[in-house]
């Protein structure tokens, strides 16, 4: 498993994410300690692991030990995974790459710390991915993409060759990027949305309406 090196470990979240990293994990063969989340009975169990309490039970873990996989979902204008990674990170933890043994994944990709990678992805050479971005099921990236932090790719996305998605950016599911296009920071594209032009920071984006022609949401 690319990014564990071998060390235990612990999900964050058990919630609907953190079923599908752990699944990721499991069909890598690596060693998933439990759960961490405060809204979930010690004891109990997702996905058939156990939950060990709330971030509290992290003090008991020394960061070397140990390193964290973020099971939060991101959803669009929420914050409160990447907050969390945040805080960790400030006590000493690291993260770990997730990357499904099905995704198909170009040699000199660069995925850095945290980056997510689900079932069925293919990443083209050329591409490099910010730190804690989720490329979730069955994306397809195509060549020399470049995808910033704390962004979601969500499922069956499609980068065409030379895209730019900036910090935050959240690509909604089935969503369609043409070649050499950017997204801005913070930028929210609709699910099912043809992007043909570039969009700035913060911008909201449907594709046009075929009668009205207006963008926006």
Known sequence: ???????????LGAGGHAKVVAEALLQAGVNIVGYVDPGMPSGSECFGIRVLGDDSVLSSFAADDIVLVNG????????????????????GFSFSKVIHPSAVIGGDVVLEEGVQVMAGVVIQPGTHVGQDTIINTGALIDHD????????????VTL????????????GTGATVIQNISIGKNSLVAAGSVVYKDLGRDVKYIQPDSKSGIYGM
Not at 145 to 156: M, W
């Open 72 to 91: 939060i979902g991101s959803m669009p204008g929420e914050q409160s995974r990447f907050e969390v990674a945040s805080r960790m990170r400030e006590k």
């Open 145 to 156: 993409c470049r995808i910033g932090s704390n962004c979601h790719i969500a499922p069956g």
């Open 160 to 171: 065409s060759g030379g895209v730019l998605v900036d910090v935050g950016a959240h690509l």
């Open 1 to 11: 498993m690319r990014g564990s090196n071998g060390r235990p470990v612990i999900i």
